[in-house]
């Protein structure tokens, strides 16, 4: 009896762990958010699409940039490479997901991302993807 409540407390231990990994990673994107859904420049709007409400449907006009942003994050899906090739670049926050990567391709200036809002979060890659 006793092994069979130390196994069951390890179950419960080991879903406990796995509800609190998943529901920290959620994601819940609001109307008009950005999504890069493809790879290429920062400027082509084309790589981008905006939320919807139900998926990454809604062709921009512009690619995210903003003079005081507030509302829309923007994030570098899944598979995707985005190089930014313009600067500054204003955003009220920035999500880099898992197997995506946001780059600048510089080596001889700075360039720079103002993140307004409250959350930069990268599960996937941040830097320079420039070949020395």
Known sequence: ?????????????????????????????????????TSGTWTTTSIWRQWDGTGWNTVPTVYPNSASPTTNTVYILTGSTVTLNTTPINVASLRVQAGAKLYTNSTTANSYISVWGP???????????ATF
């Not at 009896?1 to 196994?7: H, K, T």
């Not at 990994?21 to 859904?37: C, L």
């Not at 979060?121 to 320079?128: K, S």
Request: charge should be negative; proline fraction near 0%.
């Open 1 to 37: 009896m006793y092994q069979l409540l130390r196994q069951f407390g390890k179950l419960l231990t080991a879903l406990a762990v796995c509800l609190v990994a998943f529901t920290g990673s959620a994601e819940a994107q609001n109307v008009n958010d950005y999504g890069a859904i």
């Open 119 to 129: 959350n930069i979060v990268c599960d996937g890659e941040i830097g320079n993807g």
